[in-house]
């Protein structure tokens, strides 16, 4: 074959020219990246629970995070909050703010109030309490078992951080370890708690008095902001009846077994067994992911048949 016939053809027109480098021009634009779509801005209306005007807050990931922004729109610490309730100003352990805010939530945040040293004697191996925490260093009560020791003390209430116990400040412990501490307690002797109760609203009119009110905007959406201790925050559905049931089930063996409970971590147990074939795969995944606990193989055996139950649903 002629060399010259491997030649490249020059162009002979500048129209032609033109064309060809519209093609390349053309060809540059389809390779430019998309645009990144727009981030979604969520913001949530926030009070005080003893009465405020209304804030918001928003770019927040973690518990902490939350408490310090609250913190930032009403010009306290942050260490004043005892914990948030959702949509309800009141003390009510249902609504407890945990690792999930619908998107449409309104945030009440209990600060600190007045202090009080209450002397137990403690008759019983079982004192009544169920203990849980805000995920920020405070323990406090959730729920008091009619006709047991505390119940007879009027002034240990639902909703009262335990600051201490015998004298030992217990800030920054988990509510697992706060709950094992008081069951380590010797029965037929008198032990005192440290407890600070949330601020008490005597004056309600600031909250009826400030425009976008807590009653207004109950939430109803179908999805939820998850709270992270690590990584961003993610927007997620809100889970089915059949995985909330599962989930408090989960919650129920935590109390019978463990002496707790934790719907944060009866969640993180129900995930970590959705997609594991056998309760081998499950002990595994919970070793893995929750390993501290050191779960009997019975509990673990019942949370299995739970998740079971709930595949089968």
Request: hydrophobic content about 35%; proline content about 4%.
């Amino acid at each position: 074959m002629p060399l010259g016939l491997r030649r490249k053809k020059k162009f002979n027109t500048k129209e032609t020219s033109r064309l060809v480098e519209g093609e390349h021009t053309d060809a540059a634009v389809r390779s430019l990246p998309s645009p990144p779509a727009p981030t979604r801005r969520l913001a949530f209306h926030t009070q005080l629970a003893h009465g405020s005007a209304t804030g918001r807050v928003e770019n927040f990931s973690s518990i902490q995070e939350l408490y310090a922004k609250i913190a930032g729109v009403f010009e306290i610490p942050p260490s004043e909050i005892l914990y948030c309730t959702l949509n309800t100003p009141k003390v009510d352990m249902g609504k407890l703010l945990g690792a999930q805010i619908g998107l449409e939530d309104f945030i009440f945040a209990h600060i600190k109030g007045i202090k009080k040293e209450v002397n137990v004697y403690k008759s019983e191996d079982s004192l009544g309490l169920t203990i849980t925490d805000n995920g920020a260093g405070y323990a406090f009560i959730k729920r008091i078992k009619d006709g047991s020791i505390i119940d007879s003390v009027k002034t240990i209430c639902v909703g009262d951080h335990i600051e201490a116990i015998n004298g030992e400040n217990i800030v920054g412990w988990r509510h697992f370890d706060v709950a094992k501490k008081l069951k380590e307690l010797k029965k037929e002797e008198l032990f005192t708690l440290t407890l600070i109760e949330p601020k008490k609203a005597f004056d309600m009119e600031p909250r009826s008095k400030a425009g976008k009110s807590s009653t207004g905007k109950i939430g109803t959406g179908r999805e939820t902001l998850r709270l992270r201790s690590k990584g961003p925050a993610t927007v997620e559905e809100v889970p089915s009846e059949t995985k909330e049931k599962a989930i408090g089930k989960v919650d129920d063996l935590l109390e019978l077994y463990m002496g707790i409970r934790d719907v944060d971590l009866a969640t993180t147990m129900f995930e970590a067994g959705k997609d594991k074939n056998n309760p081998d795969e499950f002990a595994v995944a919970l070793d893995e992911t929750l390993g501290d606990f050191a779960f009997p193989d019975e509990f673990v055996f019942d949370v299995w048949g739970v998740i079971g139950d709930a595949k089968q649903e």
